[in-house]
């Protein structure tokens, strides 16, 4: 058994068998799955581009208390009848069994030993419940923290996310990861978390989470959702950390006219590694999917991207699309990105592809043509790159914020990547094509 393994399963028996009997059993038996699995590591063809050794040395100091997810206060005080905004910890408390056979109904500990480990670990998050034809103006802002304390010495964090959308209900729903005290030196240290959303027929419902938290942080988040008939679902991805991050997106389309889009940005700067793992089941026919990610590799990054679209039989009429574009703004970065498709049914309209290359060299040459700077230049069509993700955000709000952050990200590592460059020529024209 690891350090890191040793000290969480220490750690949880402080509130291993708090609440119902149902959760408990649930724990339980995650743990089981998990300790028979272990950590991932990279002999498992899903891994093979992360290493998570630096997780597993880990001992950890602490697992973060209940009260990990803050809830906006303005809108907390103004949510409709048929919204309900709460601690998950708050709904075990007071009705013990409303969540049984829906938490956990999603995320199999037994696929995933990290899912199982959050599962085992579970104690707190934020639960959000839609009645039928329930539509919210304003998103939905969680904030999932580590207090300053946790820093001190390495900590665990492991919130959860319950979304039950009824028919025809909609709302957007933002996450945010961050860490209270990252300004100054980070211990080491572990997020884990875990999202089911279930969607009812012609339910819309739009999540956007923000990973930002700072090296030598490990991240890890796993979301699932099921779509019913005629229900949207839209994931906006935005990944701005500088630590280790593997995200998952798990989606499956149950019945005719259910549809996803599954977009992402991520940065990778300094030795950053950022994985993303996407998935699209169709599962049924005259079903929808567009998966967008684009990445913007500097100094000595590293990125991987895997999309999966499994096609079902029987599945005809299927529209699945899917890109990944990149780009590297170092010699030293490098991206392995591998799309799939798995396609059972001959019916189907499908395509996906992936680019690698730098930015363009005749735009390059244009603006600085025009009096502009090279690492103003570069600031700006990268920018324009991000920006496609950014834009795809429904709430206009939400959008401004979310672009303004990764402008401020892009500003500061642009020009360092100018300077160490010694840039005084224009970049190579992009690569085209990629990995099928």
């Not at 945010?176 to 990252?182: E, K, R």
């Not at 010694?422 to 990995?435: I, Q, S």
Request: glycine content about 8%; aromatic content about 6%; overall charge negative.
């Amino acid at each position: 058994m690891s350090t890191a393994i040793d000290s969480l399963v220490r750690l949880r028996e402080r509130f291993a068998k708090d609440g119902p009997g149902w959760l408990v059993a649930k724990r339980d038996e995650a743990l089981a799955a998990f300790l028979e699995a272990g950590l991932p590591t990279r002999r498992l063809e899903a891994w093979k581009s992360t290493n998570l050794a630096p997780l597993a040395a880990l001992e950890f100091a602490r697992i973060a208390p209940t009260g990990v997810a803050t809830i906006d206060a303005k809108l907390a005080a103004s949510l409709p009848a048929g919204v309900r905004v709460r601690s998950l910890a708050e709904v075990l408390r007071t009705e013990p069994d409303r969540l049984a056979g829906r938490l956990g109904r999603l995320a199999d500990p037994k696929k995933s030993a990290l899912v199982a480990l959050q599962t085992a670990c579970l104690e707190d998050g934020v639960v959000v419940e839609l009645d039928a034809g329930v539509c919210l103006a304003e998103p939905i802002r969680i904030r999932f923290h580590s207090s300053p304390d946790v820093y001190d010495r390495p900590s665990a964090a492991f919130p959860r996310l319950l979304v039950v959308a009824g028919e025809g209900s909609e709302a957007t729903i933002f996450e945010d990861f961050d860490s209270a005290g990252a300004a100054r030196r980070a211990a080491p240290g572990f997020t884990n978390h875990v999202a089911e959303l279930l969607l009812a027929s012609g339910a819309r419902i739009e999540l956007v989470q923000v990973q930002a938290e700072p090296a030598p942080r490990v991240h890890f988040t796993s979301v699932h959702a099921e779509v019913e008939r005629g229900a949207h679902f839209a994931s906006h991805v935005v990944t701005l950390g500088s630590g280790l991050l593997r995200s998952e997106l798990d989606v499956r389309l149950l019945a005719a006219g259910a549809e996803t889009v599954m977009n992402g940005f991520f940065l990778g700067q300094d030795a950053a590694h950022v994985d993303h793992f996407t998935t699209v089941d169709h599962a049924a026919a005259h079903c929808t999917s567009a998966q967008e990610y684009r990445g913007v590799l500097a100094d000595r990054s590293k990125g991987v991207f895997r999309g999966r679209v499994i096609v079902r039989p029987g599945a005809q009429k299927t529209d699945a699309r899917q890109s990944n574009p990149n780009l590297l703004l170092s010699d030293e970065a490098a991206i392995d990105t591998r799309p799939q498709l798995e396609i059972y049914a001959d019916d189907v309209r499908a395509s996906h592809g992936s680019t690698i290359g730098q930015l363009d060299a005749d735009a390059l040459f244009f603006l600085r043509a025009r009096g502009i700077g090279e690492s103003e230049a570069r600031v700006l069509l990268t920018r324009a790159f991000a920006q496609t993700i950014v834009d795809a955000i429904r709430d206009p709000e939400l959008r401004g914020e979310i672009g303004a952050r990764v402008e401020r990200a892009l500003a500061g590592l642009e020009s360092v990547s100018a300077d160490r460059s010694g840039a005084g020529g224009a970049a190579p024209a992009p690569e085209k094509g990629g990995r099928r």
